[in-house]
């Protein structure tokens, strides 16, 4: 640049703030592709510290860059799978490339969002590697899609088994209606003997119902009306009294009598007695459970079913109302709450539960809601539809967090 005689080469120096020019058009131009990209690009150097971070990153995250520049990236990694980022450090510490990682990230108020990362080592001029240059792509909504089609699968699936079941209990069934009907009608039977018979002839018609609605998605044809749904929950614990006489399952009733329902007493009751038998099965032997019956203003009945069991775990709560999820292990089909969440829609109800998991104060509380005749008139469902309910109040749907819905009461 300077020569012998001590002058300034002009050209050299010309040709080197061009170069300067170019180089800093060139960063500009990638800072501004960086800046209004509409993925998420966030820099980090081999400590898992944050040096740059876009506005999209914003966007997805919650945080703003001078909140993350200088702090770790395990911040926005949810604490169980902060194991992975020592293995992503030492594959980007090496050169190498991280395509299409699809993981979990916690966003600043809490939540969380699934996204597809690719990683790229950041090198300095002579090779070296510096850094990671990581780009994440937001993909709940395809996650959410691609579980739906599985879901959507699943359910054909079981439509096809189904009609095949129900093929093959259909005659049993018959045989059995028949005997149950003339045990109803045998003279000699004693006065309890025929109400044990009539239950009998009652149960086998809903295990007929169930499984033509709820293996193969059968509409109930039976025309809905008024009936006290005490009575109906009084025929449950009835037919399951001996089982819990055998778990010495204390069962205790606060009934608020008569509690006029309008809908399907055949839905409804088995609505009833899959939370019966849910709260059963989530209770040790010598526990208890209590039902609530109260008729509300406008017509609404509520019944609440509490158990003292173990609780819902959060991974469980968060997707209870879906089909095939089951907090029961091999011994549940994960269908009976999602069949029940349905049914009280379609009554223009709305089913709610909390739960507590707390050793000493654990248990649940299913909270179902239900119209009587005037509500039912008012409430934009199926079946208000069905019997000429005109239009009014939509049905209210149970969209919140089911930890907070509901009615509070005492488990023990």
Same mark, same amino acid.
């Given at each position: 640049?300077?020569?012998?005689?001590? !002058?300034?080469?002009?050209?050299?120096?010309?040709?080197?703030?061009? #170069?300067?020019?170019?180089?800093?058009?060139?960063?500009?131009?990638?800072?501004?592709?960086?800046?209004?990209?509409?993925?998420?690009?966030?820099?980090?150097?081999?400590?898992? =510290?944050?040096?740059? *971070?876009?506005?999209?990153?914003?966007?997805?995250?919650?945080?703003?860059?001078?909140?993350?520049?200088?702090?770790?990236?395990?911040? =926005?990694? +949810?604490?169980?799978?902060?194991?992975?980022?020592?293995?992503?450090?030492?594959?980007?510490?090496?050169?190498?490339?991280?395509?299409?990682?699809?993981?979990?990230?916690?966003?600043?108020?809490?939540?969380?969002?699934?996204?597809?990362?690719?990683?790229?080592? /950041?090198?300095?001029?002579?090779?070296?590697?510096?850094?990671?240059?990581?780009? $994440?792509?937001?993909?709940?909504?395809?996650?959410?899609?691609?579980?739906?089609?599985?879901?959507?699968?699943?359910?054909? &699936?079981?439509?096809?088994?189904? $009609?095949?079941?129900?093929?093959?209990?259909?005659? +049993?069934?018959?045989?059995?209606?028949?005997?149950?009907?003339?045990?109803?009608?045998?003279?000699?039977?004693?006065?309890? @003997?025929?109400?044990?018979?009539?239950?009998?002839?009652?149960?086998?018609?809903?295990?007929?119902?169930?499984?033509?609605?709820?293996?193969?998605?059968?509409?109930?044809?039976?025309?809905?009306?008024?009936?006290?749904?005490?009575?109906?929950?009084?025929?449950?614990?009835?037919?399951?009294?001996?089982?819990?006489?055998?778990?010495?399952?204390?069962?205790?009733?606060?009934?608020?009598?008569?509690?006029?329902?309008?809908?399907?007493?055949?839905?409804?009751?088995?609505?009833? $007695?899959?939370? =019966?038998?849910?709260?059963?099965?989530? /209770?040790?032997? %010598?526990?208890?459970?209590?039902?609530?019956?109260?008729?509300?203003?406008?017509?609404?009945? !509520?019944?609440?079913?509490?158990?003292?069991?173990?609780? =819902?775990?959060?991974?469980?709560?968060?997707?209870?109302?879906?089909?095939?999820?089951?907090?029961?292990?091999?011994?549940?089909?994960?269908?009976?709450? *999602?069949?029940?969440?349905?049914?009280? %829609?379609?009554?223009?109800?709305?089913?709610?539960?909390?739960?507590?998991?707390?050793?000493?104060?654990?248990?649940?509380?299913?909270? /179902?809601?239900?119209?009587?005749?005037?509500?039912?008139? $008012?409430?934009?469902?199926?079946?208000? &539809?069905?019997? @000429?309910? %005109?239009?009014?109040?939509?049905?209210?749907?149970?969209?919140?967090?089911? %930890?907070?819905?509901?009615?509070?009461?005492?488990? #023990?």
């Amino acid at each position: 640049m300077v020569e012998s005689s001590g !002058r300034i080469d002009v050209a050299e120096l010309a040709g080197n703030e061009a #170069r300067l020019r170019e180089a800093l058009v060139a960063s500009q131009r990638l800072a501004a592709i960086v800046e209004s990209s509409d993925d998420a690009i966030i820099s980090k150097d081999l400590n898992g =510290i944050v040096t740059s *971070w876009n506005s999209a990153a914003t966007n997805l995250l919650g945080y703003r860059p001078e909140e993350m520049i200088g702090r770790s990236i395990l911040t =926005i990694i +949810p604490p169980e799978l902060q194991s992975e980022e020592p293995l992503i450090l030492e594959s980007i510490r090496t050169g190498r490339k991280i395509d299409h990682y699809e993981t979990e990230r916690v966003r600043k108020d809490g939540s969380r969002v699934k996204v597809a990362l690719t990683i790229s080592p /950041v090198r300095d001029p002579e090779g070296g590697v510096i850094g990671a240059s990581k780009i $994440a792509r937001d993909v709940t909504e395809r996650v959410r899609l691609q579980e739906a089609i599985m879901q959507s699968e699943k359910l054909a &699936a079981t439509g096809r088994m189904a $009609a095949a079941i129900a093929h093959e209990i259909n005659n +049993p069934l018959e045989a059995m209606t028949n005997l149950a009907y003339l045990l109803t009608t045998d003279p000699t039977l004693s006065a309890s @003997g025929k109400r044990y018979a009539e239950l009998l002839l009652s149960e086998i018609d809903r295990v007929s119902h169930v499984a033509k609605q709820t293996l193969a998605f059968f509409r109930d044809g039976s025309k809905p009306g008024d009936f006290d749904v005490c009575e109906l929950i009084d025929g449950v614990i009835e037919i399951s009294q001996r089982l819990f006489d055998k778990r010495q399952i204390e069962v205790t009733r606060d009934f608020s009598r008569p509690c006029m329902v309008f809908g399907s007493a055949p839905e409804l009751r088995q609505v009833f $007695a899959n939370l =019966i038998s849910n709260a059963m099965d989530a /209770v040790e032997e %010598r526990a208890r459970i209590r039902i609530r019956v109260r008729s509300g203003k406008s017509g609404i009945g !509520r019944i609440l079913i509490a158990d003292n069991g173990h609780g =819902i775990p959060d991974h469980i709560l968060a997707r209870l109302f879906q089909p095939f999820v089951t907090s029961k292990g091999t011994s549940g089909n994960g269908l009976g709450l *999602w069949v029940s969440q349905g049914i009280v %829609r379609k009554h223009g109800g709305v089913i709610r539960v909390r739960t507590s998991t707390a050793e000493g104060r654990s248990g649940t509380v299913f909270c /179902v809601s239900l119209p009587g005749r005037q509500g039912m008139a $008012a409430t934009r469902s199926p079946l208000s &539809a069905a019997v @000429g309910g %005109r239009g009014g109040i939509p049905t209210r749907t149970d969209k919140t967090d089911p %930890r907070r819905g509901g009615i509070c009461i005492s488990h #023990r």
